[in-house]
């Protein structure tokens, strides 16, 4: 069964260093998504890609954090510098393009980010 | 903005029983989804079931059930024959225009 591929599963990182996140989407899966969910909360959105252009960065501290999906399949998310505040787990999660309002997200594992 | 509360953050059911989560949410919308996902530790979130606005009859999902209240906008998760392999965190999940928005979440306990 196809699933969302994310990489590494756990980093751990001193603040103001830099940190990466890969994601690879189920094939043919047109949307992605990239999730923050800090420990006993839900997932918040922080990015939404269509192919590869962006559809909903509004919750994206863009300040320090950047994402791309340059060839429309797999997405980079990067944080610089990273803060305390950040420890989180960072999903991503890909759907098809169904009739609007539905679309039946797939997660990945996710990566446990621990700042020091 | 949408808001989705999820008002228990722990729940524990004796294995074999049944035990219902509850889901409240805020929206002026007339058509979107509802749907439950499933946590469990350490693995990836999972869809368990799905609610469209616009349909009366609950969804069923074979032991998962929902008692969706438009009026009263809630959304809640009944598990039957409640077994070990439940236990994990339960989000509520609303969605319209592909924009999910998300409760905090049930911790579910199964005890043997």
């Known amino acids: 069964e196809a699933e969302v591929a994310q990489s590494p599963r756990y980093k751990i990182t001193e603040k103001s260093q830099a940190v990466a996140f890969w994601c690879d989407p189920i094939?043919?899966?047109?949307?992605l998504y990239w999730y923050r969910q800090i420990l006993g909360q839900g997932p918040e959105l922080l990015v939404q890609f269509q192919d590869e252009s962006v559809v909903d960065d509004s919750q994206l501290p863009k300040d320090r954090f950047s994402a791309e999906r340059l060839k429309g399949v797999d997405s980079t998310l990067k944080i610089q510098p990273a803060e305390l505040g950040d420890s989180a787990m960072y999903l991503c999660?890909?759907?098809?393009?169904?009739?609007?309002?539905?679309?039946?997200?797939?997660f990945g594992p996710g990566t446990r980010l621990t700042v020091l | 903005a949408q808001t989705v509360t999820q008002s228990q953050p722990e729940m524990s059911v004796q294995e074999a029983e049944t035990v219902t989560l509850s889901c409240t949410y805020d929206?002026?919308?007339?058509?979107?989804?509802l749907f439950w996902y499933k946590q469990p530790p350490s693995r990836q979130m999972i869809l368990v079931i799905r609610?469209?606005?616009?349909?009366?009859q609950n969804a069923t999902e074979n032991r998962f059930s929902v008692n969706f209240q438009k009026a009263a906008k809630s959304f809640s998760l009944k598990i039957s024959d409640s077994q070990l392999g439940d236990a994990a965190m339960y989000f509520c999940a609303y969605n319209a225009g592909n924009m999910l928005t998300f409760g905090g979440g049930t911790r579910l306990m199964v005890k043997p």
């Open positions: 094939s043919g899966h047109a949307t």
């Open positions: 929206t002026s919308e007339s058509d979107y989804y």
């Open positions: 609610q469209e606005a616009y349909k009366q």
């Open positions: 999660a890909s759907s098809l393009v169904l009739r609007e309002g539905y679309n039946e997200q797939f």
